[in-house]
């Protein structure tokens, strides 16, 4: 008789000979830089995109729900400044953003409802949309014509949900054209704007605002663990919505509160004046975009999150491989995470980068895209 454990042996097996196995690599991250093994790279893969995540907090734990004794009086400054942040009633600050989305989907979309999402979105959708008893579609991403046939359906109430800048690719949903069709087929629009948020529009302000449709965002949903350097998630919409969470959404009230502390955090962050850090961003995105087209890459990214795309799953860890072989730490991105043969190397621009790590950067990415026919 096989040994009971031997499935997972086979499964392990199977993995690693697809080239999609993962370590745990132990790091340690200051600043723009990621020290390995006593190695000291340059961080291309941090999410930090502002920079502001380096700075010591002073930690005080409380663990409970917030419906139980978990919420910290920092949640009510934190939720108003939040909620106008996002031009909305009220905001809800859940532990993580992706407990956001596993709250809110599920809370709102309802058996006889459909749902209709980006075939890009991030894995917290996905797992979102799956607690749902609603019906579920998927459309092509970024295809307005695909979305609004797959809206021509007689469901009770209608949910679009889309990224606002998509996590592996950098590039920004269609709003302005996401945000007509919702309300031409009175749908709902969540948008997930974790890379976007504090990032891009007037005042970081988030992907809506830059396309001038925040009035017909009727849910976001965001991190506080990316460009505001801090630890959380939040949503923000109208006011039933925000109460119809705190009594569903069982991500919510299931699970302990985030430490007070780290509200606290989050508020300061906000407080702090971010317009340095975005230009500073912006500025660094396009020399190293356009240093990388002039390499010869095929950059397609709008973004500060760029992909390079390199198919093969074996040539994309070497490619890593040899990148972190000459002081370059940006993370190989496999499947599931992105399509069977859609490998790729993600890199994320911070203002934490200087003109110097980015020339050194660009040196080792022409040589890394010669070596592995790139470029
Ligand atoms: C689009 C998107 N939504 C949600 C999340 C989850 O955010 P958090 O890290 O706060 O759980 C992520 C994280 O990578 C993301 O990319």
């Known amino acids: 008789m096989k040994p009971k454990t031997s499935f997972i042996k086979e499964k392990l097996k199977n993995i690693k000979e697809n080239n999609l196995y993962r370590t745990l690599v132990y790091n340690k991250v200051a600043g723009p830089y990621i020290t390995i093994n006593g190695r000291k790279h340059i961080n291309l893969s941090s999410n930090d995109y502002l920079g502001l995540g380096f700075k010591p907090v002073v930690?005080?734990?409380?663990?409970?729900?917030?419906?139980?004794?978990?919420?910290?009086?920092?949640?009510?400054?934190?939720?108003?400044?939040?909620?106008?942040?996002?031009?909305?009633?009220?905001?809800?600050v859940f532990p993580t953003g992706y407990m956001a989305n596993l709250g809110i989907i599920p809370a709102l979309a309802q058996k006889n409802d459909l749902i209709v999402s980006d075939e890009l979105n991030h894995a917290s959708i996905i797992d979102a949309c799956r607690l749902s008893p609603a019906k579920k579609t998927i459309y092509e991403?970024?295809?307005?014509?695909?979305?609004?046939?797959?809206?021509?359906?007689?469901?009770?109430?209608?949910?679009?949900?889309?990224?606002?800048i998509f996590s592996m690719n950098g590039d920004f949903a269609k709003l302005d054209d996401i945000a007509k069709i919702c309300r031409e087929n009175n749908a709902f629009l969540l948008l997930d704007d974790a890379h976007g948020d504090f990032v891009v529009g007037r005042d970081g302000k988030g992907s809506a605002d830059q396309f001038r449709v925040t009035k017909n965002v009727d849910v976001y949903i965001s991190s506080l663990s990316k460009a505001l350097g801090a630890f959380g998630g939040?949503?923000?919409?109208?006011?039933?919505?925000?109460?119809?969470?705190?009594n569903t959404s069982r991500s919510f009230i299931y699970t302990s509160a985030l430490p007070g502390f780290l509200a606290d955090l989050a508020l300061?962050?906000?407080?702090?004046?971010?317009e340095k850090n975005r230009l500073g961003l912006w500025e660094k995105t396009r020399l190293f975009t356009s240093g990388l087209k002039s390499i010869g890459y095929n950059i397609e990214s709008q973004s500060h999150i760029i992909p390079i795309i390199t198919k093969d799953e074996k040539k994309t860890l070497e490619f890593a491989k040899y990148l972190r072989?000459?002081?370059?730490?940006?993370?190989?991105?496999?499947?599931?995470?992105v399509s069977q043969g859609e490998a790729r190397i993600r890199i994320s621009i911070t203002d934490w980068l200087t003109k110097d790590m980015i020339l050194q950067s660009l040196d080792t990415l022409e040589k890394a895209g010669k070596k592995f026919q790139v470029i």
């Open 268 to 274: 300061k962050r906000i407080q702090t004046n971010r």
């Open 141 to 164: 991403h970024n295809n307005i014509t695909d979305l609004e046939k797959k809206l021509k359906n007689k469901a009770k109430h209608k949910f679009v949900i889309t990224e606002g």
């Open 234 to 246: 939040y949503i923000a919409a109208n006011k039933e919505i925000i109460e119809l969470a705190i």
């Open 59 to 92: 930690s005080q734990i409380q663990s409970s729900s917030r419906l139980i004794a978990g919420n910290d009086i920092s949640f009510k400054k934190l939720e108003n400044v939040l909620a106008h942040h996002k031009s909305k009633e009220a905001a809800l």
């Open 325 to 337: 072989e000459n002081r370059i730490f940006a993370h190989p991105i496999r499947y599931p995470t």
